[in-house]
């Protein structure tokens, strides 16, 4: 697996954050003194120390404490210190032989607790080469400018100790320092602690008294210091995670010995200078997230060593030179999302070694260099999304071990070559949003996860994509995601997709299928997402859909399915996205076996079928889905998209939804978007007064039916309706004044009715225009030209109660105000509140009292 495609191949993830190896060899021991003689007064003097901490001995029970690299036990070390014994023999210290001088103290995970004072007798042991004190709690104390005082000090290790503030710049005067381990300081930060900062300056003279020792530095955020990567003997510098960190690179004296050179994800921002190909001996040169603008200096391309070369995520731009063939030890090759420019030069003969080669999200064009196709240990090949066009070379040697494979979001033409079907590590294959004609052949690799060939113009009446081809995708046994959408594909769908127990996307929308969906869905299938729209599918649905109970996206839209409901599907307790719009659907539709049917529903469209009897007043009852949503506690937060999991390729779904009276295509599915459509049927009956239990709906159309009776007071209950289509129905009685509750209502439509009466004011309804209820002769009342006479025009009481709250109701117009300045005055204010202020002067002079 290529380091191209998981960027956690190339930063290593790990926490340590910055870290720097010198090979020249020592090693860190506490070795037990053969003659333990203790010296009297650092006896003492670890004594008081000890007694200036309490022992916490439920320190390590927070999280930060117990991460990757933080291991301490649930034992005190300071338990075997007691006055009156060999300080020798105690755990953690170690004597100098002869002297009895304390010279080692590993207190690490030592549950100390408390602050290290400047009056601390720990700085009275100025024997000690080497301190451990890692994985205490010191409680944010600033480390004390005594630490100078240690001089003898080899190894000091204060990791994750929580110390914070400025290191004391008497850290200088530890000559003899060879280790220095100050990492995750950011820990302890959990609990509001500073961090440890070094000065720039306390580190160039730190470096300056202590040149040539370093065996290893472990350091943290913060600026990074210059010197580093002048140390003479420096061979590998590893840095990861460090988003905070600013690095600046020399422009001369780099240390020539450095092999690896990882600064992945810091700032290090200006151009990368010329000076970098002083490191003749880079094999490594990881610079990806780096913030790094401008070119490439031309001197890069003489690092022939290279191994591993990572630009990724910067902003360099200009063209990728030819002396890119210099390169012949390149195995990984990443540059990336950048503003690359020019050509893919045909340079890649020499460069045998390559495994993985990432240019996507760049701007680069011309045709696929050849060269680049006979990289036989190729693994990984990225092209996406450049500008690259003609043919994808039709003739090229084995590529046995090529396994992920994108050239999708470009210009290529042509016809998917042969080669392409009979890769036999081949697991990912996108070539999606290109100009690829031809029939799509037939695959004889099964190790495929996910293949998209979306949008391009594939054809294939002469293919084999019939129902007796079985071997083309089904023995694909990893395939998860399946996308061949957009395309003039046609012929059956064959059959054993049903039984493919891996994909969990067929997305087959809108090209020219025929015939039957899968009628065998296997039990055990993992389908998230099936979307068969926009195809000419006849036969009616198969039973078996009811085994796929992982379903959330059903999207039969736009064929020619003629079948009744498809009741089994309200056992599908995932299904979130239902559409059988523009079919030949017909009959009744009822719920019957399930007691909780389509539980997640929130997108219910069935418009333009022919679907008859009443509306299917227990769904409505029963689509917890699209019911209060503000428990966040059973609902995803606010703004979060549908997307399959599963699929390697981070498909996102879609679908196709009429919306405020347009066709919208919703290419992420807001989880919070709720919408039914029933339009264009022939339902009758009544509008079932629970509908108004559905109070996250965004959309509700039910136009175009044969409703009678009223419109239902509950409906003013759905208050996050953005609109609502009752048009060209049967619908009597008065529009309820309920529906003045709707404050995000944008479209109404109750035209083509037999509607009555007056037509309530205020809040939204301020702003429908007459076309919300032409076609009702019984209707009166603003925006209407037929204003309502006196007698009828005394409001029901219930109107007169919600309208006091109203900015102007019927009280304020009952009460006679004119179209005076007063009216001026409110005006103003209902200008900012709908921009309609035109009407608003028409709505309050058009009434005569
Ligand atoms: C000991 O450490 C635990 C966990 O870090 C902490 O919750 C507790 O307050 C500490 N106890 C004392 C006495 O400080
Ligand atoms: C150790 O014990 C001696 C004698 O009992 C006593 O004088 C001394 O103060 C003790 N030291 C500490 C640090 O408790
Ligand atoms: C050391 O300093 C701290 C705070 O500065 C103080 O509370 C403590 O009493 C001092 N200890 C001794 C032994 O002087
Ligand atoms: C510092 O101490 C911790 C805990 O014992 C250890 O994991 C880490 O490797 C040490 N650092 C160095 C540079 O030895
Ligand atoms: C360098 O180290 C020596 C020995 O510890 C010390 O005396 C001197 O002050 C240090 N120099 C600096 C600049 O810290
Ligand atoms: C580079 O090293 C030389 C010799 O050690 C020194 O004189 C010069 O100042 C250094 N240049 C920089 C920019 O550090
Ligand atoms: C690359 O190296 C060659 C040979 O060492 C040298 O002639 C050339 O000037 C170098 N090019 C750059 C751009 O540094
Ligand atoms: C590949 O190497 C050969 C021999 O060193 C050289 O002649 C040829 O020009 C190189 N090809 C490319 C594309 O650099
Ligand atoms: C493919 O694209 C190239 C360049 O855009 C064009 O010259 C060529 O005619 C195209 N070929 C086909 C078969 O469309
Ligand atoms: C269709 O399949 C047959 C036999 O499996 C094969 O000979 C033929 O080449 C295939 N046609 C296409 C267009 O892949
Ligand atoms: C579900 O799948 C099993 C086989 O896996 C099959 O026997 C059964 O009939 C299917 N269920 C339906 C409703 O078709
Ligand atoms: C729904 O609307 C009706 C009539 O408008 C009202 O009586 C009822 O209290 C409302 N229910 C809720 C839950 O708001």
Excluded at 75 to 80: D, F, I, V
Excluded at 359 to 386: C, I, K, M, V, Y
Excluded at 793 to 809: A, M, R, T
Aim: net charge negative; proline share 5%; glycine share 6%.
């Amino acid at each position: 697996m290529g380091w191209s495609v998981l960027p956690c191949f190339v930063h290593h993830c790990f926490t340590l954050l910055l870290l720097l190896i010198i090979h020249t060899s020592s090693s860190y021991t506490f070795s037990s003194p053969l003659l333990p003689l203790c010296n009297h007064e650092d006896s003492s003097n670890l004594l008081q120390f000890k007694n200036s901490f309490v022992v916490n001995t439920s320190l390590y029970q927070d999280w930060w404490w117990q991460q990757p690299g933080v291991l301490c036990s649930s034992y005190s070390k300071t338990a075997s210190w007691k006055n009156g014994t060999d300080c020798c023999l105690w755990d953690g210290v170690t004597c100098d032989t002869t002297s009895g001088h304390v010279i080692g103290l590993d207190l690490s995970c030592g549950m100390l607790e408390g602050e290290l004072n400047p009056n601390s007798t720990l700085f009275h042991l100025t024997h000690l080469q080497q301190l451990n004190l890692a994985n205490n709690d010191f409680c944010a104390s600033q480390l004390s400018s005594r630490i100078g005082d240690l001089v003898a000090l080899t190894h000091l290790n204060l990791s994750n100790s929580g110390f914070g503030g400025d290191i004391p710049s008497t850290i200088s005067h530890l000559s003899q320092l060879l280790s220095l381990d100050l990492s995750r300081s950011d820990m302890l930060n959990e609990k509001g602690y500073r961090k440890l900062r070094f000065d720039p300056s306390t580190w160039n003279k730190l470096i300056l008294n202590t040149t040539n020792n370093w065996q290893e530095l472990v350091l943290d955020e913060g600026n990074f210091p210059i010197g580093i990567l002048s140390l003479p003997n420096l061979q590998e510098l590893t840095l990861s995670d460090n988003v905070e960190l600013k690095v600046k690179l020399p422009k001369s004296n780099w240390s020539t010995p450095l092999r690896i050179l990882d600064l992945t994800d810091t700032i290090l921002s200006g151009e990368i200078p010329d000076s970098i190909c002083h490191l003749k001996s880079l094999k490594q040169l990881l610079l990806g997230s780096c913030q790094f603008e401008g070119s490439v200096p031309l001197s890069l391309w003489n690092l022939t060593g290279l191994t591993d070369l990572a630009l990724t995520e910067n902003t360099l731009h200009g063209e990728i030179p030819s002396l890119l063939s210099n390169l012949k030890h390149l195995i990984n090759l990443d540059l990336s999302s950048n503003s690359f420019s020019g050509h893919i030069l045909d340079v890649f003969a020499n460069l045998t070694k390559l495994e993985s080669v990432a240019f996507e999200s760049n701007r680069l064009g011309g045709q696929l260099p050849p060269s680049l196709f006979h990289l036989t240990q190729l693994s990984d090949l990225s092209l996406s999304a450049n500008n690259l066009e003609g043919p994808i070379p039709s003739k090229v040697p084995k590529l046995s071990k090529l396994n992920l494979f994108y050239l999708d979001h470009n210009l290529l033409n042509g016809t998917i070559p042969n080669w392409c079907y009979s890769l036999s590590s081949l697991t990912n294959m996108d070539l999606s949003n290109n100009k690829l004609v031809g029939p799509v052949g037939e695959f004889s690799t099964y190790s495929m996860d996910t293949l998209s060939l979306s949008n391009n113009k594939l054809q294939a009446s002469n293919n084999n994509f019939t129902g007796n081809v079985s071997s083309t995708f089904c023995n694909a046994s990893s395939l998860s995601a399946l996308i061949l959408s957009h395309n003039h594909l046609s012929g059956m769908i064959p059959q054993c997709l049903g039984t493919a127990l891996s994909l969990s996307v067929l997305d087959l929308q809108v090209n020219n299928f025929h015939g039957s969906i899968p009628t065998n869905f296997s039990q055990s299938n993992q389908f998230q997402t099936i979307k068969l729209n926009g195809n000419q599918l006849e036969d009616p649905l198969p039973k078996s859909l009811a085994n796929c109970t992982s379903l959330e996206v059903l999207d039969l839209a736009e064929n020619n399915i003629e079948d009744v409901f498809p009741s089994c599907l309200e056992m599908l307790q995932e299904l979130q996205v239902l559409s059988l719009r523009a079919n030949k659907f017909h009959g009744t539709i009822t719920s019957f076996r399930a007691e909780h049917p389509f539980p997640k529903l929130r997108i219910f469209d069935v418009s333009n079928n022919k679907f008859s009897g009443p509306l299917p007043t227990s769904l409505f009852e029963n689509f917890e889905g699209m019911k209060d949503l503000s428990d966040s506690t059973h609902h995803p937060p606010a703004l979060s998209y549908m997307s399959s999991s599963r699929s390697g390729l981070a498909y996102n779904d879609s679908v196709v939804v009429t919306m405020k009276g347009e066709f919208i295509e919703l290419v992420r599915i807001l989880t919070t978007f709720t919408t039914i459509d029933l339009s264009n049927n022939m339902f009758d009956g009544e509008i079932p007064y629970v509908i108004g239990e559905l109070t996250s709906l965004k959309g509700l159309n039910l136009s175009h039916n044969k409703i009678s009776g009223i419109i239902p007071q509950t409906l003013g209950n759905l208050t996050s309706l953005e609109w609502l289509d009752l048009s060209w129905n049967q619908l009597k009685g008065e529009i309820p004044v309920s529906l003045t509750n709707l404050n995000f209502l944008a479209v109404l439509n109750l035209s083509e009715n037999q509607l009555e009466g007056m037509i309530p004011t205020g809040k939204q309804f301020n702003t429908f225009e007459n076309g919300s209820y032409i076609g009702n002769q019984m209707l009166c009342g603003f925006p209407l030209s037929k204003s309502c006479n006196n007698d009828e025009e005394q409001p029901p009481s219930s109107i007169l109660h919600q309208k006091e709250e109203s900015l102007f109701g019927w009280k304020s117009v009952a009460a006679g105000y004119g179209c005076g300045m007063v009216f001026g005055m409110f005006l103003g204010r209902l200008f900012i509140k709908t921009a309609r202020p035109l009407w608003l002067a028409r709505l309050l002079c058009g009434y005569t009292y």
